[in-house]
Nanobody, 126 residues
Framework: QVQLVESGGGLVQAGGSLSLSCAASGQSISSYAMAWFRQAPGKERECVAAITWNGAHIYYKDSVKGRFTISRDNAKNTGFLKMNSLKPEDTAVYYC???????????????????WGQGTQVTVSS
């Protein structure tokens, strides 16, 4: 019922910034929790940030705290991930995800998320 499409990935030099967007369609995700995951080649998919529908609870992976900011604009049915001070180790495919069942909490477990985007590549050069 929900489709998610990421955009904003690309190639950036270390220390640079990128902003990712996740546009939802099919129905409103304004009451859903949403999250950003990433997966690098040969590595497990990991949650980098998650947010409840009203922003009351936010999770960040320790390695991105202070550098990444998750946000959402429910009126636009869109989520965002602002990434600053990018490092080569941030290189990965980034996915957005959402789930109606975890609206009032946050989860870093990919199994808790029902809806997924196709991913967008982020490459950080040294």
């Amino acid at each position: 019922q929900v489709q998610l499409v990421e955009s904003g990935g690309g190639l950036v030099q270390a220390g640079g910034s990128l902003s990712l967007s996740c546009a939802a369609s099919g129905q409103s995700i304004s009451s859903y929790a949403m999250a950003w995951f990433r997966q690098a080649p040969g590595k497990e998919r990991e949650c980098v940030a998650a947010i409840t529908w009203n922003g009351a609870h936010i999770y960040y992976k320790d390695s991105v705290k202070g550098r990444f900011t998750i946000s959402r604009d429910n009126a636009k049915n869109t989520g965002f991930l602002k990434m600053n001070s990018l490092k080569p180790e941030d290189t990965a495919v980034y996915y957005c995800a959402a789930d109606r069942r975890i609206s009032y909490t946050v989860s870093s477990n990919p199994a808790d998320y029902t809806y997924w985007g196709q991913g967008t590549q982020v490459t950080v050069s040294s």
